[in-house]
């Protein structure tokens, strides 16, 4: 038996070793096709690792695999992915009270933040834009003592000065008082850890008042929009949009 099987063993490691062609009798890799190649049934798949490859052919026809992030121009950043996120409700803030000079409300929680994350090793350009209406209802001199209004723009709960913006309220103005904080902000980061990171960007509303007392009870600031439904006389809602692009250490 044993004498048997060897002749046979032996024939099947020549041809494991052996250049197979098809369409063609001078193969010159281990498989050489000379013609079209069709694959059916192939798994789907709508994930992307870190350690998948392309398959690209030469120009000689040969096939070699490359990393997915190596199909971009080198050096070059690429978009990675947008991220979009649009208030749902109006957020208000109650400012009846006594106010020394300067006196601030830095930290309303008017409900827009947006977390992204930046890929592992990859180098990351940001740009995030951002509007936000602000406004008061029917009593429009109930503020008096305000004296700005605006945006803070943070980065995981630290004021980054380039996104954050204030005007100056009318205080006198008996008028509606309806107005849009908007401002863009940018930044690189670079991850050059194996993992993924996740920035978190978040925008607070923010008041300065003079010194007083504001005795109306309540005196509403409105952020992100008139009304969640029905009609919202043209304020709009609030929105942050931020595009990140990427590119490989």
């Known amino acids: 038996m044993e004498k048997k099987m060897l002749p046979i063993a032996v024939l099947f490691y ?33 994930v992307l690792d870190n350690a998948d490859r392309v398959m690209l052919l030469q120009g000689d026809g040969t096939a070699k695999r490359v990393t997915v992030s190596s199909l971009q121009p080198p050096g070059k950043f690429a978009l990675d992915d947008i991220y979009t996120l649009t208030a749902t409700v109006p957020v208000d803030k109650n400012i009846t009270g006594t106010y020394s000079g300067n006196s601030k409300i830095d930290d309303i929680d008017i409900q827009m933040n947006q977390s992204i994350i930046i890929p592992a090793r990859t180098e990351a350009l940001i740009i995030v834009n951002y509007s936000v ?81 504001i005795t109306t009870n309540p005196c509403i600031i409105r952020f992100n929009m008139n009304a969640a439904t029905g009609e919202n006389f043209n304020w709009g809602k609030a929105n942050m949009n931020i595009q990140l692009f990427k590119k490989s250490l």
């Not at 020549?14 to 281990?30: E, F, K, R």
């Not at 498989?31 to 694959?39: E, I, K, M, S, T």
């Not at 913006?165 to 690189?188: L, M, Q, W």
């Open 14 to 46: 020549g041809l494991t070793l052996a250049q197979v062609g098809i369409n063609t009798t001078s193969p010159t890799q281990t498989l050489d096709v000379n013609g079209n190649a069709r694959f059916r049934n192939v798994p789907e798949n709508n």
């Open 133 to 213: 209406p602000m406004g008061m209802g029917s009593d429009f001199t109930c503020a008096n003592n305000l004296w700005y209004y605006g945006i803070r723009f943070l980065k995981d709960g630290i004021e980054m000065p380039q996104g954050s913006r204030k005007f100056t309220f009318f205080r006198t103005d008996p008028s509606a008082k309806v107005s849009t904080i908007s401002s863009s902000y940018s930044e690189k980061i670079t991850n050059n850890t194996f993992t993924d990171v996740t920035v978190t960007y978040s925008l607070n509303g923010y008041l300065e008042f003079i010194s007083g007392t």
